[in-house]
C-alpha cells in the first residue's frame, strides 16, 4: 500500500490533492476526487484505513478483530453511494429484522410492514412487549410532535420529551434505547435536532430508511485491501504509516505539510481529513486564534464507546444480533465462529461514561454475568478469551446547539479543506457523516475553481 511520493508538482493540468487521514472522510475525499481527474495523494499516520471505523489483529488466531462493531442504516445515501462506487457494496449485509430483548428473555422483532411510511412500523411498535399500550400511545403522540417540529430547533432533548408527555419509561425504553447508540450520548445531554434527524430519517420518511446493514468482512479489511484495488486502478496514491505534523501557511494559503518522516508535500489543494484534536495540532497557535472555525473546536465535548469482545467454547446466540433493553449491554453481535474453533460475541456500550474508573476485568465480569441471565447456556459454556475496548473520545457529543461549534469544510484558507464527521454535515457523528464531509469537500474545490456539481447524493 506505500508508495513513495516526495512532491506533486504545482501547475500541471492535472490538479493535485493531498488528504491528511485516511478514515471514512478522506478515503470519500478521494474517490470523488479520482472520478473526476484530479491527482490524489492519501497520507494516513497509522498503517491501516478506515480510522475510527477499523479492526485490530487478534494475537492468538492472527484474525483482524473490529475494535468496535459499526453499523450503518439504510438512509445513510452517501456512505451506500461511496460504497457502491468502490466496489464493496455488496459486502454489507441487510438485516430487515431487529430483535430487541429484555432480562426477562423475551424478544420482540421490529421490522417494516407493507404500510406506507410512516406507519410501515405501526405493528412493530404494537407488539413491543416491553412498552405497555399507555407506552406506546405516548410514543405515538411524541414521534407525531417530532414531525412538527422545527429541524433546527436544538433546545435540550429531555426538557422537550417531557414537555411531549414522555415519562421515565417510555424513555429509558424507547427513546434511550434507539438514540443511545445512534448518537452516542446519554439523553440528557443530547439536543433534539440531531434526536429528531435519527427518528425521521431512519424510522419515519422512507420504508428501508431503519435497515440496518452489518459488515460481513472486518472493516480493516473494507476499507484496506477491498478497497485497494479501485483506488490503484484510478491512480489513487496511499501512503500509510505517514503522519502529517504541521500545515506551512504563509499568507492566507497552505503552501505545504511537514510530514513526521521530514519531507514537505506541496499539492494545488489540501484536505485536512484529521480528527479534530490533531488538525489542532498541526497548526500554529496565531492561526488558530485568527480564525473562528478553528477556535471553536475547542468547545466541543465527546462520548466513550465500550465494547467487550468475548470469545466462547460453544455457541450461545442463535441470532445475528440482539438489542438489549433495560440492560448494561445495548446491542450483541454474533460474529459466528472463529479460526480457533470459538464463538465470538461482542457487546457494545455507546455513551458508556458510567464505566469509567472500572477496571476491564469489572467490566467483563458485568457484562458476562448479564448474558448469563439472557442465555442460560452460557452457564455451562467457558469464556475462553475476553478483550474490553474503550474509545475515549468515539465521537463529539451532539450536545444542545453543537452545530454552531461545527465549520463547514470551507476553511478561511484559500487551498484547504476540511473533511471529518465534526464538519457541519447535517449529520450526527457517523460514517454517513465522514463521507458526506468528504464529498462536500469536492463540491468545494470545484465550487472554488469554477464549477458546480452536486456529489453529496438525495436522501431516501
Ligand atoms: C467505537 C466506535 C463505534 C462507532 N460505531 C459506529 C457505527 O456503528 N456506525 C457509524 O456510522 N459510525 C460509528 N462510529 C463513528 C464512525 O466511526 C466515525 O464517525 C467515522 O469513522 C469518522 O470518520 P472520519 O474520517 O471523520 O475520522 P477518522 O476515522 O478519525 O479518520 C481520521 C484519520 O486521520 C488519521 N490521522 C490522525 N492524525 C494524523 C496525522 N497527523 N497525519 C495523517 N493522518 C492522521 C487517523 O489515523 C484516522 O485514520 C463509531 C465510532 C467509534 C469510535
Not at 465500550?306 to 454474533?334: E, K, M, Y
Amino acid at each position: 500500500m506505500v508508495k513513495n511520493l516526495n512532491f506533486i508538482p504545482i501547475g500541471v493540468a492535472v490538479k493535485s490533492v493531498v488528504i491528511l487521514g485516511g478514515g471514512l472522510a478522506g478515503l470519500a475525499a478521494a474517490a470523488a476526487l479520482a472520478v473526476r481527474g484530479f491527482r490524489v495523494c492519501i497520507f494516513e499516520s497509522r498503517n491501516r484505513l478506515g480510522g475510527r471505523a477499523s479492526s485490530f489483529t487478534d494475537p492468538v488466531t492472527g484474525q483482524l478483530i473490529d475494535a468496535c462493531q459499526h453499523v450503518t442504516m439504510g438512509c445513510c445515501t452517501n456512505f451506500a453511494h461511496f460504497c457502491a462506487t468502490t466496489g464493496v457494496a455488496h459486502l454489507l449485509a441487510p438485516q430487515p429484522t431487529l430483535w430487541f430483548m429484555t432480562p426477562d428473555r423475551r424478544v420482540s422483532p421490529f421490522s417494516a410492514d407493507r404500510l406506507p411510511a410512516p406507519f410501515h412500523f405501526a405493528r412493530s411498535l404494537l407488539r413491543a412487549h416491553y412498552l405497555t399500550l399507555g407506552d406506546k400511545i405516548r410514543i405515538g403522540w411524541g414521534m407525531l410532535a417530532l414531525l412538527r417540529t422545527d429541524a433546527n430547533d436544538d433546545q435540550p432533548l429531555l426538557l422537550w420529551l417531557k414537555r411531549n408527555r414522555q415519562n421515565q419509561r417510555t424513555i429509558e425504553r424507547f427513546w434511550s434505547v434507539v438514540l443511545v447508540s445512534a448518537l452516542n450520548e446519554t439523553i440528557d445531554r443530547l439536543g433534539l435536532k440531531y434526536a429528531r434527524k435519527v427518528f425521521l430519517d431512519g424510522f419515519l420518511r422512507h420504508r428501508r430508511g431503519f435497515e440496518v446493514f452489518l459488515p460481513t468482512v472486518p472493516l480493516a479489511r473494507l476499507y484496506g485491501e477491498e478497497m485497494q484495488s479501485w483506488f490503484t486502478e484510478h491512480g489513487v496514491t496511499i501512503e500509510t504509516g505517514t503522519a502529517a505534523t504541521a500545515l506551512e501557511i504563509a499568507g492566507n494559503e497552505v503552501r505545504g505539510v511537514k510530514m513526521r518522516d521530514g519531507r514537505v508535500v506541496k499539492a494545488d489543494w489540501y484536505i485536512a481529513a484529521l480528527p479534530y484534536q490533531r488538525l489542532l495540532g498541526l497548526l500554529d497557535e496565531a492561526t488558530i486564534n485568527a480564525h473562528p472555525c478553528f477556535s471553536r473546536l475547542l468547545n466541543f465535548e465527546t462520548s466513550p464507546i465500550t465494547s467487550v469482545h468475548l470469545w466462547l467454547d460453544r455457541a450461545v446466540l442463535d441470532r445475528p444480533h440482539l438489542v438489549l433493553v433495560d440492560c448494561l449491554g445495548q446491542w450483541i453481535f454474533n460474529r459466528g465462529q472463529s479460526a480457533d474453533g470459538s464463538y465470538y460475541l461482542q457487546v457494545v456500550i455507546s455513551a458508556s461514561h458510567h464505566l469509567k474508573g472500572l477496571e476491564h476485568q469489572e467490566i467483563r465480569e458485568k457484562i458476562v454475568r448479564e448474558l448469563s441471565q439472557l442465555f442460560p447456556a452460557l452457564t455451562a459454556a467457558t469464556v475462553l478469551r475476553a478483550k474490553v475496548v474503550t474509545e475515549h473520545a468515539a465521537t463529539f457529543s451532539a450536545l444542545p446547539g453543537i452545530d454552531r461549534w461545527r465549520p463547514t469544510q470551507e476553511a478561511p484558507l484559500g487551498n484547504l479543506l476540511l473533511a471529518g464527521d465534526w464538519t457541519n454535515t447535517g449529520w450526527p457523528a457517523t460514517m454517513e457523516g465522514a463521507v458526506r464531509s468528504g464529498y462536500l469537500t469536492v463540491e468545494a474545490i470545484l465550487r472554488r475553481s469554477g464549477s458546480v456539481e452536486q456529489i453529496v447524493q438525495p436522501n431516501l
